[in-house]
C-alpha cells in the first residue's frame, strides 16, 4: 500500500510536511513500514481542499486532512481496512461522499484537445501520432466529405481563433474558400510574440502532426495546395520537430501529391520570422514572408481576399490549427457540448508570475480565473496576497479580486476590461506595482512598435514617458487624466491591433487601481513598495546595535555611525541599492 | 516509396500501430517491458532533461533492465521539470518531477526494481480526449 501525501506548495503551506512525518511514525509505531509507503506528490490540482492524503491501491482521496488524523487513518484505513468517512472528499453537486478519485468529476477541472498528444508521444515519430489516429481526419475529410461539408462542421463546432481576435474559423475558412484564384494559401502563425506566452512552441514540440494535418484539411477546403508555417528563428527545437515532421508526412505520402489517392495535392513549407511581436500581426505576416518590410497595412483587403502574393490567404494560429482534428474526428456536437455559449472548446493558458505551479494549463472555456490561480495554480507563491492577474498580454489588461468569478471566454475577458490574447496569464501579488506593470508593457510596446503611423509610435513613447515620471515622483494627478486621454487617442488612431491595444494595460490598471496611481503622485509613495525613486531606506535607532556592516557594505559611503552606536543613512547620498537592508542582521533598515 | 496510398492503408496502419503499442504495455513482448518517457520540450531540456535521458540510457543498460525510454513534448508541470513518466509493466503509468541523476537512480533501484514509490510523484490534473 501507498499513502501519497501532497507535497505541492499550496498544501506544504498546510502542514502537509507534518502528515507524512506523522503517518511514517504511526506506521512504525505498528510495525507496518514495510506494508505501507508513505510518499510526498506534487499538486493534486485540489490546494483549496488540502492537504491532500491519498491511499493507493484502492485510490481513496481524503482532503483537508490534519496531523492528528494520522493515527485515525493508519489504525481504520490501513489496519482495518475502514476508510475514515469524515475526511472522504464530498461531491458538492450530489452532496454524496466520493470514495474513489476515480469517480471524482471534479477533481480533474483540466481537459486537454489541442495539447491531446503532448506530453503523450514521441514527436519526432510519426507513427505514435498514427496510432493515436493521427490523420484519420485528414483521411475521413478528403473520402468522405466535400469542403463545404467540412467547413461546416467547423463553423458549427464554434471554434474560434486562439491567435488573440477569436474569430469564428469555420466563417473565415468559407470566405476564403468562396474567393476564386488559381493558387491560394494556407499560414500557420507560430509567430507566438506575447512574451507570456508560450502553448504555441509546446504544441509544435510536442504534437507538430496535428498542425500539419489540419492545415492540410483547410487546404482541401479553401482550395489550397500550398501551406507555409511562419515560425520565430527563436525556436529552433520546434523548427527542428517541424522539419522532421514535414519530411515524415511526405514520406509516407500524408503531404505532398495523390493524398492518399484522393486526387489532392498539399505541401507544407517554413518561413522564418525574426522575432518582431508586430509580425504576428497578420497583414505583417504576409508582408514578412513576401520579403518585405513586417509593416501592417490596412484591412481590407483581408489575407482571405488578397493575402500571400496577392493571392487568398488564410492565416490561423497554431492552438486553433491543433484543435481541428478532434473536431472532424469527434463532431461539431461534441465540440460544442464543451465551454460557453459564445466561446466553445477549451483554451491553453500558460500561468506564471507569483503562483505555485508554474505550467501550461488546458481547461474548459468557462472555467473562472479563481479555479485557474487557486486550485490548477495552487495559489500565491509564499502565501502571499493575490493582488491582479494579467491576461491578453501587451494587449491586454489586469484582472482583480472581483473578476476572479466570472467565466473565462472571449467576450468576458473583454466585457472586463482586458483581453484572452494568446493565453499568458501572469499573476501578481502584493508586492507587484501595477504603475511599474503597466510601464512594463509599455515599455515592449514602445520597443516593439513598427513605427509606420503616428500614433502608435509617437502615442506610446509619450505614455511610456508619463509612466516613468510618475514611478520617478514627479507625476501630478493631471498626468492621470492625460494618460486616460491619450491611452483612448491612440486606440481609436492606431492603424493595426498593435497600437489599438497597446494602451489596454495602462487603462485597465487606472481602472482598477486608480488609488495606487494617486498614491504615486500625490503622496508620492509607492505601496508595493516596487518604486525605488520613492523609497527611503532609514535605520530604526531603538533595534540599530551599530555592527557597522551596513556602512561597511554600502557602495557609495552613504551611512555613518560609531561602532556600537545608532547609524545613520544620508539620504542625499544614498542611491538605494538595497545592499544595507540585505546585510543588516537586526532587521533595523527600514524601508518607507 | 508512398506508405500510404489510400484511407484503407492509414486504417490497416493505425491498427497494426496500436496493437504494437498494446503488445508493449502488456509487456507480452517482452517480459518486463519498462516504458519510460522524457519530457523534452525547450523548458524540460533547459533544466536538465536530455542528461537525465541519457543517464537513464546509460544506466538501465549497465543495469540490465529492459527498457524503452523515448521522449515526449510538454507534459505541462513545467515547475517540476525534468518530468519522466514511468510505465512497468501491470501498472498506470506514473510522472515524477523534479528528476536529476540521483532521483533517477532511485527511481530505477526502488520503483522499477521493485515497485516501490518515491517521493516527487507528480498526480495526472487533466482528462485527456480519450477519458470520455
Ligand atoms: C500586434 C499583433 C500581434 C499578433 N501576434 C500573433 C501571434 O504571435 N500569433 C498568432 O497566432 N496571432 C497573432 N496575432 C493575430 C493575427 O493577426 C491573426 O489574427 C491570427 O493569426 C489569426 O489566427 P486565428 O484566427 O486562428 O486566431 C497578432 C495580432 C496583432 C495585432
Ligand atoms: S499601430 Fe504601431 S505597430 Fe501597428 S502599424 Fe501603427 S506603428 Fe506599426
Ligand atoms: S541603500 Fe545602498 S546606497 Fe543606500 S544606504 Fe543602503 S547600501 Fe548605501
Ligand atoms: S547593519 Fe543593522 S545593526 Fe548593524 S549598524 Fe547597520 S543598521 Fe545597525
Ligand atoms: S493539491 Fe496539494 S498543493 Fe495543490
Ligand atoms: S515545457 Fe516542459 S513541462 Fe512545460
Known amino acids: 500500500m501507498h499513502l501519497l501525501v501532497c507535497g505541492g506548495t499550496g498544501c506544504r503551506a498546510s502542514a502537509s510536511d507534518s502528515i507524512a512525518e506523522k503517518l511514517k511514525a504511526e506506521l512504525a509505531a505498528n510495525n507496518l513500514q514495510d506494508e505501507a509507503q508513505v510518499i510526498q506528490t506534487g499538486c493534486f490540482g485540489f490546494c483549496e481542499k488540502g492537504p491532500i492524503v491519498k491511499v493507493l491501491p484502492d485510490n481513496t482521496f481524503y482532503t483537508q486532512v490534519k496531523p492528528e488524523d494520522a493515527p485515525e487513518i493508519v489504525k481504520e484505513h490501513i489496519i482495518k481496512g475502514r476508510k475514515v468517512e469524515r475526511l472522504l472528499y464530498v461531491d458538492p453537486a450530489k452532496k454524496q461522499k466520493v470514495e474513489d478519485s476515480k469517480h471524482m468529476g471534479f477533481y480533474r477541472k483540466q481537459m486537454r484537445i489541442a495539447l491531446r498528444n503532448c506530453g503523450f508521444i514521441n514527436p519526432e515519430n510519426i507513427d505514435e501520432y498514427i496510432a493515436r489516429d493521427g490523420y484519420q481526419a485528414l483521411g475521413k475529410v478528403l473520402t468522405e466529405l466535400d469542403p463545404q461539408q467540412t467547413i461546416d462542421i467547423i463553423k458549427k463546432s464554434g471554434l474560434r481563433g486562439r491567435g488573440g481576435g477569436g474569430f469564428p474559423t469555420g466563417i473565415k475558412w468559407e470566405i476564403a474558400s468562396k474567393n476564386k484564384a488559381d493558387q491560394k494559401y494556407v499560414v500557420c502563425n507560430a509567430d507566438e510574440g506575447d512574451p507570456g506566452a508560450f502553448m504555441d512552441r509546446s504544441i509544435l514540440e510536442g504534437d507538430p502532426h496535428s498542425v500539419i494535418e489540419a492545415m492540410a484539411i483547410c487546404g482541401y477546403c479553401i482550395g489550397a495546395s500550398k501551406g507555409l508555417v511562419y515560425i520565430r528563428a527563436e525556436y529552433p527545437l520546434a523548427i527542428q520537430r517541424l522539419r522532421i515532421a514535414i519530411n515524415q508526412a511526405r514520406e509516407y505520402g500524408l503531404l505532398g501529391n495523390d493524398i492518399m489517392g484522393t486526387g489532392f495535392n498539399f505541401d507544407i513549407n517554413l518561413r522564418y520570422g525574426a522575432g518582431a511581436f508586430v509580425c504576428g500581426e497578420e497583414t505583417a505576416l504576409i508582408h514578412s514572408m513576401e520579403g518585405l518590410r513586417g509593416e501592417p497595412t490596412n484591412k481590407p483587403p483581408f489575407p482571405a481576399e488578397r493575402g500571400y502574393m496577392g493571392k487568398p490567404t488564410n492565416v490561423n494560429n497554431v492552438e486553433t490549427f491543433a484543435n481541428v482534428p478532434p473536431i472532424i474526428l469527434k463532431g461539431a456536437d461534441w465540440y460544442s457540448s464543451i465551454g460557453t455559449e459564445k466561446s466553445k472548446g477549451t483554451k491553453v493558458f500558460a500561468l506564471a508570475g507569483k503562483i505555485n505551479n508554474v505550467g501550461l494549463i488546458e481547461v474548459p472555456m468557462g472555467i473562472t480565473l479563481r479555479e485557474v490561480i487557486f486550485e490548477i495554480g495552487g495559489g500565491i507563491k509564499n502565501g502571499k496576497k493575490f493582488k491582479a492577474v494579467q491576461t491578453g498580454g501587451p494587449s491586454g489588461g489586469c484582472l482583480t479580486e472581483k473578476h476572479l468569478d466570472i467565466p473565462i471566454d472571449f467576450d468576458n475577458l473583454i466585457a472586463a476590461g482586458s483581453m484572452m490574447g494568446s493565453g499568458g496569464m501572469i499573476v501578481m501579488d502584493e508586492d507587484d506595482c501595477m504603475v511599474s506593470v503597466a510601464k512594463f508593457y509599455l515599455d515592449f510596446t514602445v520597443e516593439e512598435s513598427c513605427g509606420k503611423c503616428s500614433p502608435c509610435r509617437i502615442g506610446n513613447k509619450r505614455l511610456y514617458e508619463l509612466l516613468d515620471r510618475i514611478t520617478k515622483g514627479e507625476g501630478t494627478l493631471e498626468d492621470l487624466d492625460r494618460l486616460r486621454n491619450l491611452s483612448h487617442v491612440i486606440k481609436d488612431t492606431a492603424l493595426c491591433g498593435l497600437g489599438q491595444t497597446s494602451p489596454n494595460p495602462v487603462l485597465s490598471t487606472l481602472d482598477n487601481f486608480y488609488d495606487e496611481y494617486v498614491a504615486h503622485v500625490v503622496d508620492k509613495k509607492c505601496p508595493a513598495g516596487q518604486c525605488k525613486s520613492l523609497l527611503r531606506y532609514v535605520i530604526d535607532p531603538e533595534a540599530c546595535v551599530g555592527c557597522t556592516a551596513c556602512a561597511r557594505n554600502c557602495p557609495v559611503n552613504a551611512i555613518s555611525g560609531e561602532r556600537k552606536k545608532p547609524h545613520e543613512i544620508n539620504p542625499d547620498i544614498c542611491i538605494k541599492c538595497g545592499a544595507c537592508y540585505e546585510k543588516c542582521k537586526f532587521d533595523a533598515i527600514r524601508i518607507i | ?132
Open chain 2, 1 to 132: 516509396m508512398i506508405k500510404v496510398k489510400s484511407l484503407a492503408d492509414l486504417k490497416k496502419m493505425r491498427e497494426s500501430l496500436q496493437a504494437k503499442v498494446d503488445l508493449r504495455e502488456k509487456g507480452e513482448a517482452a517480459e518486463n517491458l519498462v516504458q519510460i518517457k522524457v519530457a523534452m520540450a525547450t523548458c524540460g531540456i533547459a533544466s536538465g532533461a536530455k542528461v537525465v535521458m541519457d543517464y537513464l540510457l546509460e544506466e538501465l543498460e549497465k543495469r540490465g533492465i529492459n527498457a524503452v525510454v523515448t521522449q515526449t513534448g510538454c507534459m505541462g508541470y513545467c515547475y517540476a521539470e525534468p518530468t519522466i513518466e514511468v510505465k512497468l509493466p501491470d501498472a498506470d503509468a506514473i510522472v515524477f518531477g523534479y528528476v536529476d541523476k540521483k532521483k533517477a537512480d532511485e527511481i530505477i533501484e526502488k520503483y522499477i526494481k521493485n515497485g516501490e514509490l518515491v517521493d516527487g510523484i507528480i498526480p495526472v490534473n487533466y482528462e485527456s480526449i480519450d477519458d470520455k
